[in-house]
């Protein structure tokens, strides 16, 4: 994985919509750690990016989001859009592109060059998704995408990064499984924008519905006027899914309307400076243990010479660039 | 809590034994966020550090850890040791020495000029234990004790930490209830020097002992020579006490002997530089927060003029000291 590449041509054919130039792109962001590149691939993209709607769509296993997911894109297309989705499994030591699973899933959009699709796995990186996660939006983005769908694969933590990166917020549950109060615990009530009850052909539909909206009369009132709509679907026989592109795109609109948008990428982008910062530190740290100046810092704290405090003030100096 | 405190003269008035001025440095180290003399306080005590001997008691709740803790107080004070205890609790919001329950239970130690008893909770600190018990430990390092123990109150995470702290690891459990287990799934066996099975007249106890020898065995073999023992005791009646200071003190010895003991102080002050060099950097990304000035790096990555890495080189840069 060493060899270098021609960044700004991969940034140039991935934004006329070149399929391969942007998976590249994508591999590149996701092993940046080893080839240095995803400096590299992050400055090229600067410019190009901030116009996709980004979509996070997430909920317990087994309530349909991988149908969702999919019969989403086709409506979006069926309009015209372009659309990326990145399905990312932080639980998953695999990742890339290749995975056999997404053709199949996702296999009739395989020839169409208006969709993006990616598995990620956030693979022992520390934060989790913190990492290539947004860079890999950001290709999506420059790219043209007009939607970028990020579903959650698998569970717990993962959830709640994903929203973290989204403007929009899909939170998918389904009839008779008690999910209601499971996301309730888990604290994805409060992220949601937009509520899918799926599979509602199924028994229990209107009482889970029924419950789902009375737990969000008991929370508090929805901030800056947005009233988030329930919407019902049958994923697996498209039935819904007009008022579900429907309710993301009035989303979009009331998050660009009262600037909350901006408000929601402004936090996110400090989130994200302020992460890759200290894994620089925490980066230089290592090195420096490497190195042994951390260990002859501690020697000196064994010695008595030096307490941890004023150790820690010299390695703080060290770690940073003159 | 303002009010500022002569260090160098509390820390001479402790390495003299003066129970006052030992109990008035540790509240120092637990208030340092606030009155700025943690720094003080670990300055002026690094000099005098490095001679107890640290033992750490760890074990699944109702195995008689504070019994066990009161019981070795005493066996020690009986060879004319001088005794610290801390007894930390991460879950707990309540610290300090004026705990009731100390008071009561180590009743029979309240006079006595050569125990030093402390109750600390790690209050919401970051890293929990990472801040104050180091300090604290070395305050009473610093006040002359021969051994320190420090025994957890409450469960799960914290004790690995306690651990992280000590020279000797000292992991109980008691008959009946598939501790054993538990602590193996909890990672404990591999962390503990020497094995307490407590309660050791009730019934289940020479199952549980083998039971644990048999886990032992299927174990990796134990470094550097060291073959952990397992000591019987019934702490409540003192019975085994003896062999469990026998077995501390040849641990002791056998740390000594390897050089393990100053490997395992070299690893944990790395571990404590390494924390308090993060916390520093986080903390001053939490001033520039406020004065805007991740905002401002944020508001740059929005309209595409940096990247978020040039950012972070930036605030990497803002947050150290020129």
């Not at 789902?212 to 009369?217: G, P, T």
């Not at 890759?276 to 020697?299: K, M």
Request: with cysteine; glycine share 12%; net charge negative.
């Amino acid at each position: 994985m060493a060899r270098r590449v021609a960044v700004a041509d991969l940034v140039g054919r991935a934004r006329r919509g070149e399929q391969l130039a942007v998976a590249r792109l994508i591999s590149l962001v996701e092993d940046g750690g080893d080839t240095g590149q995803l400096r590299e691939v992050a400055a090229a993209l600067a410019p190009y990016t901030g116009r996709a709607h980004v979509v996070g769509l997430t909920g317990p296993p087994g309530v349909g989001k991988s149908t969702s997911t999919s019969v989403l894109v086709r409506a979006l297309r069926a309009q015209g859009r372009r659309v990326g989705v990145l399905a990312v499994d932080p639980s998953s030591p695999f990742s890339g592109g290749a995975l056999l699973g997404d053709r199949v899933r996702m296999g009739e959009h395989a020839t169409d060059d208006g969709v993006f699709i990616r598995s990620m796995a956030a693979r022992g990186h520390l934060g989790g998704l913190a990492w290539s996660t947004p860079q890999a939006l950001r290709v999506l983005d420059a790219a043209g995408c007009d939607v970028v769908l990020i579903e959650t694969v698998g569970v717990g933590q993962s959830e709640v990064e994903v929203v973290s990166l989204a403007d929009t917020t899909v939170v998918l549950l389904a009839p008779g499984t008690g999910d209601g109060i499971q996301a309730a615990k888990a604290g994805i009530l409060e992220v949601a924008d937009v509520f899918v009850v799926n599979k509602a052909d199924r028994d229990g539909a209107d009482q889970a519905i029924r419950d789902l909206r009375h737990m969000l009369s008991l929370g508090e009132p929805p901030a800056g006027g947005w009233e988030r709509p329930v919407v019902r679907t049958v994923a697996a026989r498209r039935e819904g899914v007009g008022d579900l592109v429907a309710a993301l795109d009035a989303h979009r609109d009331w998050l660009d309307a009262v600037g909350e948008r901006e408000r929601r990428r402004l936090r996110r982008a400090e989130a994200e400076i302020e992460a890759i910062t200290l894994d620089q530190v925490r980066a230089r740290i290592g090195d420096l243990r490497g190195a042994h100046g951390l260990c002859d810092l501690a020697q000196r704290v064994l010695d008595g010479e030096l307490d941890p405090y004023r150790a820690a003030d010299e390695l703080t100096a060290e770690v940073t660039p003159p």
